[in-house]
């Protein structure tokens, strides 16, 4: 399990870099949520105070049981997203799994961040980490399809199509 300090160093280092593609952008996205306020004050947009991250519930408890439950609320969500084909959000919502997988210093994390790994809306990385985490993928038919790699539906004009892998 990372620590507090490390988390916040791979915070700068990312604010250092400026311009982030998407996936230290979900990086960032997680990291600053586990961090207190006074230690990211200086980077989050105008408008962003201490009573607004105190009420959104910030920061998140850095402990396993904690980081673990995200996992499994990540697996969830993600089912649900490929369920409703929504492409940029899938690739978004295991870019997240990938950061919490890091802060556990689980070896699965390699496994969810290779590219080989990302098809189907990401079921298949899903699938395997829900594993660990105990969550299971719901047992529909259009789901278990598109995990195996086939389409949800033969007419289905999204799945399949590279474009949108
Ligand atoms: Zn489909």
Known sequence: MKTQKQLFQRFELI?????????????RFILFRFLPFNLVKGMLRPGVD???WF????????????????IKRI???????AMKHRTLEAKRNIMRMVVLLWI????????????????NYGC??????GEKYL?????????ELIAEGKKCDPA?????????Q
């Not at 959104?56 to 402990?63: E, N, W, Y």
């Not at 298949?124 to 980490?129: E, T």
């Not at 969550?135 to 789901?143: D, G």
Request: charged share 25%.
């Open 15 to 27: 604010n250092q870099t400026g311009d982030v593609g998407d996936p230290l952008w979900a990086m």
């Open 50 to 52: 201490m009573p607004y």
């Open 55 to 70: 009420a959104t519930g910030l920061p998140l408890p850095l402990d396993p049981t904690y980081v673990d439950s995200y």
């Open 75 to 81: 697996s969830k969500s993600g089912f649900n997203i």
């Open 104 to 119: 556990k210093e689980d070896p699965l994390q390699e496994f969810a961040d290779r590219r080989l790994n990302y098809a």
């Open 124 to 129: 298949p990385i899903l699938r395997k980490v």
């Open 135 to 143: 969550y299971e993928m719901p047992k529909v038919k259009k789901l």
């Open 156 to 164: 289905c004009p999204t799945c399949g199509n590279p474009k949108y």
